[in-house]
């Protein structure tokens, strides 16, 4: 029986399990990716594990997220993040060389290899054939150490691409149409690989805004195949010696299949508050444009650029509109400021940004009150922009560019007739923001400022789990609302004692009270518990406050693994009914609670009911044996 690329790509790193859908495998990871806001917990994180020297054929720690430095504080991460790489063999991106992904895409990315990154958007490199997954910092920090990845091995899901796009139909539809069919939930447990005729017509960075933003369908990953796109962007690139072709076996078996006939598609928008909350452009023009922000990982590359620029030419920007681009990284924006796009935006009235997530993750540009921003990023959770009563619509680059222009929701076809941007024959390449580790790391000094805290440590499992209720939440709940992430609290990713007071607030803000005030306890959610980022602040914050479970209907992939990594029993109801019996301060018991874990099958005493809940513990031998030790890093120093 032929293979599929996922499985060809598994197979080659291998170390540990059996190919078999749903059970627990173990695969080498080549290379790792860390950001600032992930990176300073994972980095002293693998400084725990006493590790001199990064294993991987490549590590990059870059510095994206936290760049508005309004203290000192992002600045000191920024210093310990440089320090730390320097010692240990990993290479540094400074701040202003562009976002993670799309850097590492130009710069790094090599097909057929796997990458692990503390962000959960690291599935842009399977725009380029790479096995590209986000993880908590921890699991980035084992994988540095050369410890194997661990994930239950994934449905492969067909998705045939047929036909071409039509003008002004962009991959970014490809993607919104795919999350309107499947939703946010729809890539739990499962890989999209993409083929078909379609695939062809797609260039490397269209390719790579659709694995992005697969990160949004809960899939553990997306790929394309490697073929003669791949290589002529990595020969414009001028890193034609790694590739590789990569194609899936005439006879190769998938568990699901997909078609989307690129020809039919339309301009789609993802309306507040959800990433599937589908509409066409066309349906929208009523709707009034506030801001507009054209940027992010998921589309912030040289062509999506060039489409605005041409887009904005002669143009001036409506005059209720705030028009605000960020380019992805230096390589984009060096190209756009030689050849004049950079001063075709600022003509017509752009404000435009450092290379950097910015925007994205409510580090600035916040929306005014009740405000509608149009952003070509791919989340729009409530509150992410910074402003919670604003309402961002997700939306490709030339739907936002055309409505900058026109002032309301505005199909591009709109515009008339369409133009080409050629791929260019050879991108602009200076890596001279790129700091290499140093030969012999023993004497490298790293520097930590006041702000970096060491990171909270889950305890071994008690006889008897017991406390209260302290918070019941519903569907979807995202990592957002766990642990907030904005202006106001992303310099403080290192401080995870300070970051405990936010914990919940969104849902709930008395949350951190009334962990406090009774010792810990537990949290009851809905389906899709912790979607979203890959940031482990969202258990650690919660382990920080006594939290020793979570009971939910289901619980997303990376969140669910970051729970386990801490100790933090992620308990799913058996039956789903029971989610409504339980009450806010409910009284909770587990009785032998190591004999429970064990076996999979917990039962729950709610002793304020007197009623009994089974909750299931779907998760690994080597997963349960964390529970009990209390964490990865226990059960690290135990063996
Ligand atoms: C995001 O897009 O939500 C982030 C910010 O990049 C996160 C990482 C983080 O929380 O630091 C992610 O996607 O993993
Ligand atoms: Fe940065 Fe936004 Fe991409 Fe997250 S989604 S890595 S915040 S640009």
Redesign the pocket.
């Known amino acids: 029986m032929g293979l599929n690329i996922t499985q060809k790509i598994i197979k080659n790193h291998l170390v540990k399990g059996e190919m078999v859908a749903g059970q627990e495998i173990a695969i080498k990871i080549d290379q790792t990716l860390t ?1 600032d ?2 990176g300073t917990m994972a980095y002293l994180q693998f400084e725990a594990l006493g590790i001199d020297k990064v294993k991987t054929k490549r590590s990059v720690a870059y510095i994206d ?1 936290n760049v508005l430095q309004s203290g000192p504080e992002n600045a000191d991460d920024h210093l310990y993040i440089q320090t730390v790489a320097k010692k240990h063999g990993i290479y540094f991106s400074k701040p202003g060389n562009g976002i993670c992904h799309q850097v590492n895409l130009e710069r790094f990315g090599v097909p057929g290899d796997t990458l692990l990154g ?4 690291t599935p842009t490199g399977g725009g380029i054939g790479m096995l590209a997954m ?1 993880a908590g910092g921890l699991d980035v920090a084992v994988a540095m150490g050369g410890g194997e990845y661990y994930i239950s091995m994934p449905k492969v899901v067909k998705v045939n691409l047929t036909g071409k796009l039509r003008d002004w139909v962009s991959a970014k539809d490809v993607i919104l149409e795919l999350l309107k069919r499947l939703t946010v939930k729809g890539g739990v447990g499962k890989v999209f690989e993409y083929c078909g005729d379609g695939i062809k017509t797609l260039s490397v960075p269209q390719r790579a805004t659709i694995t992005n933003m697969g ?1 949004e369908l809960g899939a553990t990953t997306s790929l394309f195949p490697s073929d003669d796109v791949t290589l002529e962007f990595l020969k414009a690139q001028g890193r034609e010696k790694d590739f590789i072709e990569l194609k899936a076996d005439e006879d190769a078996v998938y568990d699901e299949e997909v078609t989307i006939d690129l020809s039919e598609l339309e301009p789609l928008v993802a309306c507040p508050h959800s990433p599937d909350n589908i509409a066409s452009a066309a349906s929208l023009k009523d709707i009034k444009v506030d801001q507009v922000c054209i940027g992010s ?1 998921t589309n912030s590359s040289y062509a999506d650029m060039m489409r605005v620029a041409k887009i904005l030419e002669g143009k001036t920007v409506n005059e209720k509109v705030s028009l605000i681009i960020a380019p992805g990284s230096k390589q984009v924006l060096n190209m756009l400021a030689k050849n004049g796009a950079l001063a075709t935006m600022i003509d017509a009235g752009a404000r435009i940004l450092e290379s950097a ?1 910015g925007f ?2 409510g580090m600035g540009q916040s929306p005014a009150t009740d405000a509608v921003s149009l952003r070509t990023s ?2 729009n959770f409530e509150g ?1 922009s910074g402003t919670t009563s604003a309402n961002v619509y997700l939306v490709s680059p030339e739907i936002a560019a055309a409505s900058a222009l026109k002032g309301y929701i505005a199909d591009p076809r709109e515009l008339g007739e369409a133009f080409d941007i050629e791929m260019p024959k050879e991108f602009l390449i200076n890596d001279n923001l790129i700091v290499p580790p140093a030969v012999e790391g023993k004497d490298v000094e790293v520097v930590r400022g006041p702000n970096i805290k060491p990171f909270p440590k889950a305890k071994a499992l008690e006889a008897t789990v017991e406390g209260k209720v302290l918070t019941k939440v519903g569907d979807n709940i995202t ?2 609302h766990i ?1 907030p ?1 904005n202006a106001k609290l ?1 310099p403080y ?1 290192s401080n995870v004692p300070y970051l405990s007071e936010y914990c919940l607030t969104p849902c709930d803000k008395d949350f951190p009270s009334k962990a406090k005030e009774y010792n810990g306890g537990f949290i009851v959610g809905g389906s899709n518990y912790g979607q ?4 482990e ?1 969202a258990a650690l914050a919660p382990l920080y406050l006594g939290v020793k479970a979570v009971l939910a209907k289901s619980f997303a992939r ?1 969140h669910m693994a970051n729970l386990i990594n801490n100790g933090i029993m992620p308990l799913i109801f058996k039956n789903v009914e029971d989610y409504d019996k339980i009450g806010e301060l409910d009284e909770l018991l587990i009785e032998n609670a190591a004999v429970q874990v064990e076996s999979g099958v917990i039962v729950v005493k709610n002793k304020s009911k007197n009623e009994e809940y089974e909750m299931l513990l779907n998760i690994a031998d080597r997963q349960k044996e964390m529970i009990k030790l209390g964490g990865l890093l226990n059960l690290i120093s135990a063996k």
């Not at 503390?118 to 958007?121: G, L, P, T």
């Not at 979203?532 to 940031?535: E, I, K, P, Y």
């Open positions: 950001q806001s992930t997220h503390s962000d959960s958007h986000g990160a990982c997530c994205c993750i791919n989340r992410r990592t957002d642990m992430s992303l990713r979203g980022s890959s940031r602040h990376i």
